[in-house]
Structures are given as structure tokens and as C-alpha cells.
């Protein structure tokens, strides 16, 4: 029986890609080793977003180095946004990895472990959904729906449209049939993924009705399938966050309550620069519908720190947008220029590390005040809560996430993948805390039984 052993880095896309390397493994008969020291082959699905990842995944391929000396049958393959950005360039300068492979090509690695040959391959087609791939997923109850690939965007510092291709959408029809496996499979919570979920179907053939597949229309075709609770998607992108997917949110009982909306800077000169192709009024304008239709939805965000050319006045445009928006919470990044990127030929007007570092403690202080702020609206309230296991930092407590992506930890009884309504009773700026309600927990096993009783509204 051979052993796997897979690290993954990055996104929740490329954990998305591990489940499906993990699935189709499994498929071919590996089974997953533990520990990296106990496979015969050692794989990883890695990032290339920032400098910070390529480092982090280098310290990992030095070991796989040292255990390929010690046993020289192992077999070391690279997937992901790095093995894709380098390429061939992979086998020069690590000679002792057998494979290499893009995002767009994990199916090649079964080709390649099936094959007789074990020379040096890489793989970097942009061909193919690795949700096409059987899946072994982490939490049975949360399952991840890949429903494109790739990205029109140019985006100044992004290193992902070189790494994973074009726009691709996958058929409608495809997806409903896969969400409704999941959820006979018992997946309760079901998140779309795409480097822009909102600008899904624009590449698909008009249907019969002469209309092109929309994100709104798909959220509404998801929201359909008997058993799916909760429908999450990232990551959406400014310029096509239209009112009808706001609408859905508002109208679609599964679709929750909790919308990504990166703004990377608060400066129309520096989005500019970045070519975001949305300037700060615009950004404002979708967060002022957004707040107009879902006055209680929590928004979420990513924001750069110095960006070439960011002046104090941008960086302080940046901060008021924080203040003005409210975020519920935020990922914040310093500026890390990426090969191959237009950003990453700018030489004038570069920020110092000293500014930028002074400048993200100052981003990182506001960003938690405002979201300790947001977050004391949810105390004293019920709010219905997937259990995902056991509390991180209290063994005797549970885990869960709310609708509004709010991270809950909390004394009760429910079992992980269990929705049931706990009452929170404080909040900081990343977790709430509360009791689960046990009264509810019997009417919703009544309500989970045979001849449940009315149901209440939510
Ligand atoms: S939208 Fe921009 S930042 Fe996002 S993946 Fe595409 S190019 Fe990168």
C-alpha cells in the first residue's frame, strides 16, 4: 500500500485542489501517511501570493530533499501557483523533484504515478476543473464547489493571472448536480469558489432562453437543493458586485449573511495604479446598497499596505474607508512584489519597510477596533451556528461559525456538522462567546423528526 503525505499552502482554493489530490490518491489506491517521513511520496500544493509563501514552502522542499537521500524510492511532486510560475525551471534548480504540476493539471499527476517512466515531468497546461476530480474532503459536512477557474483581471501586483489562466466557468447544470451529491453525501454548508465568483457564466453559451449564466442566477439555482443550509462564496470582486447578487443574499434563506468585498486601498490613485478598475466613490457606493439591503450582513475585506507610490495621504484615504465602512474583519497584507508582475517592475517611489510596517500596525489596530465595535451588536442575540468541532483554546467547549462568518465558541451538547442556536453573550474583535440553547435543541430534533411540528420564521 503506498503512502501519501500532502502539505498545502495558500488559499481556500488550493485547499479546494488538495481534497480533490487527496480524493484521486485515494482512488489509485495511496493511502495518507501521517507524518512526511513515513511516505513514499511527498507532495504539496503550494502559493505564490507573496514572497512570504515561497520561503515558508522552501524550508518544507529542503526536507523532502533530505528524506529523498535517506530513501531514495520516494517520490517528491510540487502542484500549485509556484510549480506553475516556475515551471521547467523547477527541475533546474531543485533536480531532486520528480514532477511538477499547475493548478490546471493535478489530473496529470495520476497520469504521471500510473505511468512506467519516473523521469522528471511537469505539467503546466491550463486545461481542466480539478472539481472534476473525486473529492476526500476535510470536514464531511462543509464541502467546497470550484465553480471557475483563473481570472480576467490585471490586477497590478497579481501573480494568480499567469498562474491560473483565463476565466473558465463551469456549466450550471454541472454544479447543481454536484451540490446535490453533496448534500446526499451530508454536506449542510457549500462554498463557491473562484478567483472572481461574480463574474461567473460570462464565458458560457446563452441558454435556450437567450440568457447567459449569472452568479445571482446560479446562488438562486444552489439555494434550490434540498439539504444545503448554507451557501458561502469567495472571492467577489468590487466592479461585479451587482444588486442582484446583493438581492440574493436578501432573498435566498441559504445564501448567508456575510459578503467579501476587498478594497485594497482606500486611494483611488493608488487603485488605479493597482488597476483595480473601481475607484473609492464606486467601492463606496456598492458598500452603501450593500448596507441598504442587508442592514445586518458583515462585510469583509483585503487590504495592501505600501503599495509603490502609497503617500501618507493615501494611506490615511485607506484608514478612512476603514472607518467609514465598519468592517467585521479584514485581511491585511504589506506590499511583496511578485515575479513576473507590473508591479513588480516599479523602482521609484517604493515605501520602506519602516514606513510600511508603521503604517500596517496602524491599519491593523483600527481594522480590530472597528470590528470589536461591529461585533458587540450580535451579544445578547441567538444566532443559529454550524458546530465545526471542538473549541480551539477550551477543550470543553464547542466551535462554530455563525451565517455572518463569526467564530463562536461555546459550552453545549451539538455534534460537529449540527446547526443549533446559541445565545451570545460577549464579542471581541474575532470571536463571539455563548450558550447553546438546549430548549431549541429539542424542538429542532422534534422539527428533524418524522412528523415534525409547525416551523418557526427565522
Ligand atoms: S481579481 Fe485581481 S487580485 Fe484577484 S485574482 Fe484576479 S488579478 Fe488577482
Known amino acids: 500500500m503506498k ?75 510540487v502542484g500549485g501557483c509556484w510549480a506553475q510560475s516556475l515551471k521547467e525551471e523547477v527541475f533546474e534548480r531543485f533536480p531532486f523533484v520528480d514532477v511538477a504540476f499547475g493548478p490546471g493539471q493535478v489530473h496529470m499527476l495520476a497520469e504521471f504515478l500510473t505511468s512506467d517512466s519516473l523521469s522528471a515531468q511537469g505539467y503546466f497546461e491550463f486545461e481542466g476543473f480539478t472539481g472534476h476530480l473525486p473529492s476526500r474532503r476535510t470536514r464531511p459536512f462543509q464541502g467546497w464547489l470550484q465553480i471557475s477557474v483563473g481570472c480576467n483581471c490585471a490586477c497590478s501586483y497579481c501573480i494568480v493571472p499567469s498562474t491560473r489562466g483565463r476565466e473558465v466557468s463551469r456549466p450550471a447544470g ?41 452568479f445571482a442566477g446560479l446562488l438562486h439555482k444552489l439555494d434550490a437543493v434540498d439539504g444545503i443550509e448554507r451557501i458561502r462564496y469567495t472571492s467577489p470582486h468590487p466592479k461585479d458586485m451587482r444588486e442582484d447578487v446583493i438581492r440574493a443574499h436578501a432573498e435566498l434563506a441559504s445564501v448567508c449573511e456575510h459578503i467579501h468585498l476587498p ?17 473609492r466613490s464606486r467601492y463606496l457606493d456598492r458598500v452603501a446598497m450593500i448596507r441598504e439591503h442587508l442592514p445586518d450582513v458583515a462585510i469583509s475585506t483585503d487590504i495592501i499596505v505600501g503599495f509603490p ?47 510600511k510596517s508603521a503604517r500596517m500596525e496602524r491599519l491593523v489596530e483600527l481594522v480590530q477596533r472597528e470590528a470589536r465595535a461591529r461585533s458587540q451588536r450580535f451579544v445578547g442575540r441567538t444566532l443559529e451556528v454550524l458546530v465545526e468541532g ?69
Open 3 to 77: 503512502r501519501y503525505h500532502l502539505t498545502t499552502f495558500g488559499c481556500q482554493m488550493n485547499e479546494h485542489d488538495s481534497e480533490r489530490m487527496k480524493g484521486m490518491l485515494e482512488s489509485l489506491g495511496y493511502v495518507e501517511a501521517p507524518e512526511r517521513d513515513e511516505a513514499e511520496l511527498i507532495l504539496f500544493n503550494t502559493c505564490s501570493i507573496r514572497e512570504a509563501a515561497d520561503s515558508r514552502f522552501l524550508t518544507h522542499l529542503g526536507e523532502a530533499r533530505k528524506l529523498k537521500r535517506e530513501r531514495s524510492e520516494v517520490v517528491v511532486g
Open 174 to 214: 454541472e454544479l447543481v448536480e454536484e451540490v446535490a451529491a453533496m448534500a446526499a453525501d451530508g454536506v449542510r454548508e457549500v462554498t463557491l469558489l473562484g478567483q472572481n465568483v461574480n463574474s461567473y457564466g460570462r464565458d458560457l453559451p446563452r441558454g435556450e432562453d437567450g440568457q447567459r449564466a449569472s
Open 263 to 279: 478594497l485594497q486601498s482606500g486611494s483611488s490613485r493608488i487603485l488605479k495604479a493597482m488597476r483595480r478598475t473601481y475607484d
Open 309 to 355: 507610490g502609497e503617500s501618507e495621504e493615501d494611506f490615511e484615504q485607506t484608514l478612512e474607508v476603514v472607518e467609514q465602512v465598519g468592517y467585521d474583519s479584514a485581511f491585511t497584507f504589506v506590499f511583496s512584489p511578485r515575479r513576473g508582475t507590473e508591479a513588480a517592475t516599479i523602482t521609484e517611489d517604493l515605501v520602506p519597510h519602516p514606513v
Open 390 to 458: 471542538t473549541s480551539r483554546n477550551d477543550p470543553e467547549r464547542l466551535r462554530g461559525r455563525t451565517s455572518h462568518n463569526k467564530v463562536v465558541n461555546f459550552t453545549g451538547l451539538a455534534a460537529p456538522g449540527e446547526l443549533t442556536d446559541v445565545r451570545i453573550d460577549s464579542a471581541t474583535s474575532q470571536t463571539l462567546a455563548g450558550e447553546e440553547l438546549l430548549r431549541d435543541r429539542v424542538t429542532r430534533a422534534l422539527r428533524a423528526s418524522p412528523n415534525p411540528p409547525a416551523r418557526a420564521a427565522r
